[in-house]
């Protein structure tokens, strides 16, 4: 197998999909490998800037998507919706549905 045929490290991967609710109550949706250092990256300010001096920081949602380009599709799907149709989401992803 030649470099070019190798999967890329992004496709080795398992992508998360990740919701965050700041001390206002906002909803942040993101993606990535791995949760737990992104969380901390958002939280020591390294992380998004719509982020930034909006803590503290609390982690509401992690859900293993898989292959990142389905983990784009279905980050884009929630950022989509509404602020109440995210909770509402978020609700029933809690419930299990």
Do not use: F, N
Not at 6 to 25: M, N
Not at 46 to 74: D, F, M
């Amino acid at each position: 197998m030649s470099a070019a045929d190798a999967p890329s490290p992004a496709a080795e991967r398992l992508w998360y999909l990740y919701l965050i609710e700041t001390a206002s109550g906002a909803l942040y949706t993101g993606i990535t490998t791995d949760v737990d250092r992104r969380l901390a990256e958002h939280r020591g300010g390294r992380g998004a800037k719509a982020l930034r001096g909006k803590g503290p920081l609390t982690l509401v949602h992690r859900e293993c998507i898989g292959e990142h380009g389905a983990a784009l599709r279905q980050e884009a799907a929630v950022k989509r919706l509404s602020a109440a149709a995210k909770r509402q989401w978020l609700a029933r992803r809690r419930a299990g549905e």
